[in-house]
């Protein structure tokens, strides 16, 4: 039916996603630098998502190719869906950050 169909698509632009950001972590932590912990949360989201897609591109293009599916048809969906998994885990190392640098108030 049509619905598995698009539950089948949807599974497959997820684990592409999550297969581009999790190759694509360590070098964009190395691209973001210190810089981005002095940021407002809003400007580190526009940071990260910046800074990050040229790296997402590349991993997403050497994995298509190697799955021999570089005109992948949900090609702009998985790169999407990448980026903001990648904008998520990296907002969360900001934030863990940001909480254990936190000045302690005398109680």
Known sequence: SLW????????????????????????????LGPRVRRMSLAEARGYIRARSTPTL?????????????????????ILARAAEMLVQQQMGVLVRHSVAVAPRRAA
């Open 4 to 31: 598995l169909k698009f539950r089948r698509v949807d599974r497959e632009i997820e684990q592409l996603a999550g297969e581009t950001a999790r190759r694509s972590q360590a070098e964009v932590a190395l691209v």
């Open 57 to 77: 591109k590349r991993h997403l293009q050497t994995m298509l190719r190697d799955l021999g599916a570089s005109k992948h048809p949900h090609r702009p969906a």
